[in-house]
């Protein structure tokens, strides 16, 4: 990764699956300097992989989860694989 890029691995649980969450979240990347990709699971979390600076990282994930804050139970987030776009975000699954 380039110099000041993080990449993180968010996994959202809740009701997460069928309220729009994967699109939401590509909206909102699209107002930050983020790339990356979300998918919904087959345990039915989301997984949210996002690429960036951590200052645009922490801005968009605080604007998602004021957005969906009544679907999300719980998160977990640990660190993301390398080489991730931060051009865009894209749904996956």
């Given at each position: 990764m380039t110099?000041?890029?993080?990449?993180k691995r968010v996994e959202f649980r809740g009701r997460?699956?069928?309220?729009g969450f994967r699109m939401t979240t590509a909206r909102?990347?699209?107002?930050?300097p983020v790339g990356g990709s979300v998918r919904?699971?087959?345990d039915g979390s989301?997984?949210?992989?996002?690429?960036g600076s951590?200052?645009?990282?922490d801005e968009f994930l605080a604007e998602l989860r004021r957005k969906m804050h009544g679907?999300?139970?719980d998160e977990s987030t640990t660190a993301g694989p390398?080489?991730?776009r931060t051009d865009r975000l894209e749904i996956t699954g």
């Open positions: 110099d000041g890029v993080i990449c997460v699956q069928g309220v909102i990347a699209r107002r930050h919904n699971c087959s989301v997984e949210l992989i996002v690429a951590p200052a645009a990282i679907y999300i139970q390398e080489g991730v």
